[in-house]
T-cell receptor, first 117, second 107 residues
């Protein structure tokens, strides 16, 4: 059974850093498309970042240079390192997996990141 | 970057009605389009990929069509459990942009 279990959301001050984790089971993180998607309160879905099976990474312009996506194949876990956080980064962050293509077959439960002083 | 525009932003229909949501890409994306359903307070769920392929387990009242720049999600007979916000997403390359969403309610 495919499962994505997320941890790491918190209340953080502007300018701070936070790392989100997404532990996978039922498939191999390193062999699939892994996404981060966020949803600000009351708003729509916003794609944030992707890591390919080959290790290539992509970012939305809104987070480029501040966020880093990575994975630990030995732990079968996806990460999102978020630095220089801003109020507008406040959102529920979802990890998601795409088997064989760029759409997302399965999603994690989401974790709330609140950036506020 | 390619922009994805959905219409309408919201709609209200009666149980049993046929509902159509459109998604337009600012440039051609062949059939690299997915549709998701997000019920209130829940995680998004994949409904359709490759513009018209129904994900396993999704009711057959949902269907997708289109290619290039214009796409459609149709619910053939709206049910109460279909109350949700629906999103399209392009996946032909970075960025994997979502449409702004269409909120579907029961009249």
């Amino acid at each position: 059974e495919v499962q994505l279990v997320q941890t790491g959301g918190d209340l953080i001050q502007p300018g701070g850093s936070l790392r989100l984790s997404c532990a996978a089971s039922g498939f191999t993180v390193g062999s699939n498309y892994m996404h981060w998607v966020r949803q600000a309160p009351g708003k729509g879905l916003e794609w944030v970042s992707l890591i390919y099976s080959g290790g290539g990474t992509y970012y939305a312009d809104s987070v480029k240079g501040r966020f880093t996506i990575s994975r630990d194949n030995s732990k079968n876990t996806l990460y999102l390192q978020m630095n220089s956080l801003r109020a507008e980064d406040t959102a529920v962050y979802f990890c998601a997996v795409g088997f064989g293509s760029g759409y997302s077959d399965y999603w994690g439960q989401g974790t709330l990141v609140t950036v506020s002083s | 970057d390619i922009q994805m525009t959905q219409s309408p932003s919201s709609l209200s229909a009666s149980v049993g009605d046929r509902v159509t949501i459109t998604c337009r890409a600012s440039q051609g994306i062949t059939n690299y389009l997915a549709w998701y359903q997000q019920k209130p307070g829940k995680v998004p769920k994949l409904l359709i990929y490759a513009a018209s392929t129904l994900q396993s387990g999704v009711p057959s009242r949902f269907s997708g069509s289109g290619s290039g720049t214009d796409f459609t999600l149709t619910i053939s007979s709206l049910q109460p459990e279909d109350v949700a916000t629906y999103y399209c997403q392009k996946y032909n390359g970075a960025p994997w942009t979502f449409g702004q969403g269409t909120k579907v309610e029961i009249k």
